[in-house]
């Protein structure tokens, strides 16, 4: 089975910081790997995703994540975050053709001024 | 990437009631799928919606408490039934484009129910 943990519940951070939110998982096959973002009341919106080749993938809002296939780790970082960044991140990670994902249990980004 | 629609956006129901949420898509889609988010808590998979056939439901739900149907390829519901206060949750409609796991979601923005 799969699974996925997210080690940070909370992470503090002043704007302008950089930051890293850390997600490991395990699988015995290949998976792919996602980062969602979740605003105050709203719904989920994708990150970034990796599914295969370069192990650093870019995504939107200045978000990246590494690929660690040796440390089964896909952390998620961002050099210089802003108070818009406050959210809740999660990661989830699929069997390849499988549909569905499985998600960590969220970390809590807060950006203080 | 896909729009979806989700309603209701939040509403407040008496227990023992039913309420069906609505989950409309911009585009033809494969896979729908509904999830539940308990306060503070990460997303739970509910049941996989495709077209044309029954849904199907991950363990610990079962039809007759959440049943689901899917008309077409842009549309879905889901009844939460006979509710009780456990049952307060955001419920989340979501799709991928592909049969493939590879695309990602795409998340409607939610129905935040509360049971009284």
């Known amino acids: 089975a799969q699974s996925v943990t997210q080690l940070d519940s909370q992470v503090p951070v002043f704007e302008e910081a950089p930051v890293e939110l850390r997600c490991n998982y395990s699988s015995s096959v290949s998976v792919y790997l996602f980062w969602y973002v979740q605003y105050p009341n709203q719904g989920l919106q994708l990150l970034l995703k990796y599914l295969s080749g370069s192990t650093l993938v870019k995504g939107i809002n200045g978000f990246e994540a590494e690929f660690n296939k040796s440390q089964t780790s896909f952390h998620l970082r961002k050099p210089s975050v802003h108070i818009s960044d406050t959210a809740e991140y999660f990661c989830?990670?699929?069997?390849?053709?499988?549909?569905?994902?499985?998600f960590g249990d969220g970390t809590t980004l807060t950006v203080k001024p | 990437s896909a729009v979806i629609s989700q309603k209701p956006s939040r509403d407040i129901c008496q227990r023992g009631t039913s309420l069906t949420i609505q989950c409309q898509v911009d585009?033809?889609?494969?896979?729908m799928f509904w999830y539940r988010q308990q306060p503070g808590q990460s997303l739970t998979l509910i049941a996989t919606?495709?077209?044309?056939?029954?849904?199907?439901?991950e363990s610990g739900f079962v039809i007759d408490k959440f049943p689901i149907s899917r008309p077409n390829l842009t549309f879905s519901t889901l009844t939460v039934s006979n509710m009780s206060p456990e049952d307060s949750s955001i419920y989340l409609c979501?799709?991928?484009?592909?049969?493939?796991?590879?695309?990602?979601?795409?998340f409607g923005s939610g129905t935040r129910l509360t049971v009284v």
């Open positions: 989830a990670v699929s069997w390849a053709n499988a549909g569905k994902s499985t």
């Open positions: 585009s033809q889609v494969t896979m």
């Open positions: 919606a495709n077209q044309g056939s029954e849904a199907t439901y």
């Open positions: 979501s799709v991928t484009p592909g049969a493939g796991s590879g695309y990602g979601y795409t």
